[in-house]
Protein backbone atom coordinates (compact mmCIF):
# COMPACT_ATOMS: atom_id res chain seq x y z
CA UNK A 1 0.00 0.00 0.00
CA UNK A 2 0.95 3.61 -1.04
CA UNK A 3 2.66 5.94 1.85
CA UNK A 4 -0.11 8.04 2.95
CA UNK A 5 -3.11 5.58 1.96
CA UNK A 6 -5.80 4.93 4.08
CA UNK A 7 -6.72 1.52 5.16
CA UNK A 8 -9.97 -0.39 5.17
CA UNK A 9 -9.35 -0.49 9.34
CA UNK A 10 -8.14 3.07 9.64
CA UNK A 11 -11.37 4.07 7.47
CA UNK A 12 -13.59 2.07 9.71
CA UNK A 13 -12.49 3.71 12.94
CA UNK A 14 -12.30 6.90 11.06
CA UNK A 15 -14.80 9.94 11.95
CA UNK A 16 -16.53 12.36 9.40
CA UNK A 17 -15.50 16.33 10.06
CA UNK A 18 -17.67 17.86 7.72
CA UNK A 19 -15.39 21.23 8.35
CA UNK A 20 -11.98 19.30 7.30
CA UNK A 21 -13.95 17.98 4.47
CA UNK A 22 -15.03 21.38 3.21
CA UNK A 23 -11.64 22.52 4.32
CA UNK A 24 -9.93 20.33 1.83
CA UNK A 25 -12.42 20.42 -1.21
CA UNK A 26 -12.02 24.40 -1.24
CA UNK A 27 -8.54 24.33 -1.06
CA UNK A 28 -8.72 21.46 -4.29
CA UNK A 29 -11.35 23.35 -6.03
CA UNK A 30 -10.02 27.43 -5.63
CA UNK A 31 -10.12 29.48 -8.90
CA UNK A 32 -6.64 30.72 -8.99
CA UNK A 33 -4.16 32.82 -11.42
CA UNK A 34 -1.52 29.92 -11.31
CA UNK A 35 -1.44 25.97 -10.24
CA UNK A 36 -0.53 25.23 -6.80
CA UNK A 37 3.27 24.10 -6.11
CA UNK A 38 3.29 20.18 -6.49
CA UNK A 39 3.91 19.26 -2.75
CA UNK A 40 0.28 21.00 -1.95
CA UNK A 41 -1.20 19.14 -4.67
CA UNK A 42 0.04 15.74 -3.63
CA UNK A 43 -1.04 16.93 -0.02
CA UNK A 44 -4.21 18.04 -1.00
CA UNK A 45 -4.95 15.22 -2.96
CA UNK A 46 -4.09 12.62 0.11
CA UNK A 47 -6.40 14.57 2.29
CA UNK A 48 -9.09 14.17 -0.43
CA UNK A 49 -8.30 10.63 -1.06
CA UNK A 50 -8.90 10.04 3.32
CA UNK A 51 -11.71 11.59 2.94
CA UNK A 52 -13.62 10.36 -0.22
CA UNK A 53 -12.39 6.55 1.05
CA UNK A 54 -14.08 7.68 4.94
CA UNK A 55 -16.98 8.95 3.33
CA UNK A 56 -17.50 6.30 1.22
CA UNK A 57 -17.37 3.29 4.44
CA UNK A 58 -21.28 5.51 5.40
CA UNK A 59 -24.45 4.06 5.24
CA UNK A 60 -25.76 6.68 1.84
CA UNK A 61 -28.71 5.06 0.22
CA UNK A 62 -26.59 2.70 -1.83
CA UNK A 63 -29.22 0.00 -1.77
CA UNK A 64 -32.19 2.08 -2.24
CA UNK A 65 -31.14 4.90 -4.87
CA UNK A 66 -29.53 4.74 -8.19
CA UNK A 67 -27.89 8.33 -8.34
CA UNK A 68 -25.60 7.13 -5.05
CA UNK A 69 -24.78 3.88 -6.72
CA UNK A 70 -23.42 5.64 -9.87
CA UNK A 71 -22.05 8.06 -7.54
CA UNK A 72 -19.69 5.34 -5.93
CA UNK A 73 -19.28 3.83 -8.92
CA UNK A 74 -17.36 7.00 -9.75
CA UNK A 75 -15.75 6.83 -6.75
CA UNK A 76 -14.17 3.41 -6.97
CA UNK A 77 -13.22 4.63 -10.71
CA UNK A 78 -11.46 7.58 -9.38
CA UNK A 79 -9.62 5.78 -6.60
CA UNK A 80 -8.32 3.16 -8.85
CA UNK A 81 -4.67 2.87 -8.33
CA UNK A 82 -3.85 2.68 -11.92
CA UNK A 83 -5.90 6.09 -12.78
CA UNK A 84 -3.12 7.86 -9.94
CA UNK A 85 -0.74 10.22 -11.05
CA UNK A 86 2.98 9.63 -10.21
CA UNK A 87 5.25 11.18 -9.03
CA UNK A 88 6.85 11.19 -12.48
CA UNK A 89 3.31 12.58 -13.80
CA UNK A 90 2.75 15.86 -15.51
CA UNK A 91 2.04 18.81 -12.53
CA UNK A 92 -1.09 19.82 -14.83
CA UNK A 93 -2.52 15.79 -14.05
CA UNK A 94 -2.10 15.60 -11.06
CA UNK A 95 -4.08 19.13 -10.92
CA UNK A 96 -6.40 17.62 -12.29
CA UNK A 97 -6.74 14.64 -10.76
CA UNK A 98 -6.92 16.67 -7.01
CA UNK A 99 -9.65 18.98 -9.01
CA UNK A 100 -11.90 16.00 -9.84
CA UNK A 101 -11.06 13.72 -5.91
CA UNK A 102 -12.67 17.11 -5.06
CA UNK A 103 -14.83 17.66 -6.67
CA UNK A 104 -16.35 13.87 -5.71
CA UNK A 105 -15.92 14.49 -2.36
CA UNK A 106 -18.15 17.26 -2.36
CA UNK A 107 -20.68 15.13 -3.73
CA UNK A 108 -19.79 12.29 -1.38
CA UNK A 109 -20.20 15.01 1.94
CA UNK A 110 -23.72 16.85 -0.05
CA UNK A 111 -25.03 13.09 0.11
CA UNK A 112 -23.68 12.52 3.75
CA UNK A 113 -25.23 15.82 5.13
CA UNK A 114 -28.43 14.92 3.30
CA UNK A 115 -28.75 11.51 5.02
CA UNK A 116 -27.63 12.84 8.29
CA UNK A 117 -30.41 15.60 8.11
CA UNK A 118 -32.99 12.70 6.92
CA UNK A 119 -32.04 10.66 10.06
CA UNK A 120 -32.33 13.53 12.10
CA UNK A 121 -35.62 14.24 10.72
CA UNK A 122 -36.90 10.69 10.86
CA UNK A 123 -35.69 9.98 14.80
Do not use: C, W
Request: net charge negative.
Amino acid sequence: MAAGSVTSSEVAGASIVLEAVDEAVETALAIRLSMPERPVIDATTRDLVGHLRVLMAEELGFDEDPAVQALFREGYRVLDLTRRPTEQSPHFIAYQYMRDVGALTRRFADVYRATRKKDQNDG
